[in-house]
């Protein structure tokens, strides 16, 4: 029988690693979780009944940011966790984190590397997308796994699948569709009254947009900034069925009859693995829901890192 594991979950946010833990069908208990946003907090403590403790910043590693790396304030609490680790007599039998693409470049990770070594931890690094398991989405993230007693089996720095496991992949068609992960309960009309994007922005912008059908098999990086900013921070949707009508680059009018729309947060929460029964507390706004998704991370992938970190194949 698997022995339980007692975990710590920092800057935990509404609970994507919790809920990992659980679809990763390992025993295990929470015995406490640190975030410093308050909206992150309250709502997982409408999703879990538990408190979570405040804590300093988390590392600011996003790709449309500062790039000020290690020289960043709010990375301090992240060296503070290593310092910590460093000098247990005790310290955890394996640990995993998740980052942005572009961290194993960072000077941070190579502390964070250096802090693993000299505790003699196995680790193995990946790059991981939920396209990879058969989710319609482009979300390309640093994953490490780490276990504390290093053996003689190693693997390369950095993989794009997991052994044994799923292998990352470009085709397409081993996606879902997106229809697979939208609303059922709005009609057409209810979800372009709630989610649509207004008029004025679409002829002032429109183009600029990431735009999907709901046959398409992908869509782009959900950001904390989605329906705030326009560029770079996710795909909207087509509700027009008309395979025939295109925008035309030259005409933003054209871009009207194609019934454009924001994808809800209960849709992006499902492109992000979390179980149906997820929710939101019903004071936020869709845009403050945006922003706490776009902070989290992809439930599949990490139960599925999970299950590898702690099987033989990785020991």
Do not use: W
């Not at 980052?99 to 003699?120: D, M, P, Q, W, Y």
């Not at 002032?204 to 989605?226: A, H, Q, V």
């Not at 936020?284 to 945006?290: D, E, H, L």
Request: proline share 6%; charged share 25%; with cysteine.
């Amino acid at each position: 029988m698997q022995n339980m594991l007692r975990v710590l979950e920092f800057y935990s946010g509404i609970g994507g690693m919790h809920y990992a833990l659980s679809e990763s069908s390992i025993p295990f208990t929470v015995i406490q979780s640190f975030d410093i946003n308050t909206n992150a907090n309250a709502n997982y403590l409408h999703t879990f009944n538990t408190k979570v403790n405040p804590s300093p910043p988390c590392q600011p590693f996003t790709r449309l940011g500062l790039q000020k790396d290690d020289q960043d304030n709010r990375t301090n609490s992240f060296f503070n966790l290593l310092d910590i680790l460093t000098k247990m007599t005790t310290p955890p039998t394996y640990i995993l984190i998740e980052n942005v693409f572009g961290f194993e470049k960072s000077n941070t990770r190579e502390e964070l590397i250096s802090a693993f070594t000299s505790k003699n931890y196995k680790y193995q690094e990946f790059h991981l997308s939920p396209q990879s398991f058969s989710i319609p989405n482009q979300r390309l993230r640093y994953f490490c796994i780490v276990y504390e007693k290093q053996q003689e089996k190693h693997y390369e720095i950095l993989s794009n699948q997991i052994p044994n496991g799923y292998k990352h992949s470009n085709k397409l068609e081993e996606c879902k569709p997106i229809s697979e992960f939208l609303d059922k309960n709005l009609t057409e009309e209810e979800s372009l009254l709630k989610y649509g994007v207004p008029e004025k922005l679409l002829l002032t912008k429109g183009m600029l947009f990431d735009i999907k059908k709901k046959e398409d098999f992908t869509t782009n990086c959900f950001t904390r900034s989605y329906g705030k900013l326009v560029e770079g921070t996710g795909s909207i949707i087509s509700l027009n069925t008309d395979t025939d009508l295109k925008p035309i680059e030259s005409d933003p009018t054209s871009l009207l009859p194609l019934k454009l729309r924001y994808f809800s947060p209960k849709e992006i929460t499902r492109l992000h693995g979390f179980p149906e029964e997820f929710t939101f507390l019903p004071s936020f706004t869709p845009q403050q829901c945006y922003r706490l998704i776009g902070n989290s991370l992809n439930v599949k992938i990490v139960s599925e890192l999970l299950k590898f970190l702690i099987s033989d194949d990785f020991k």
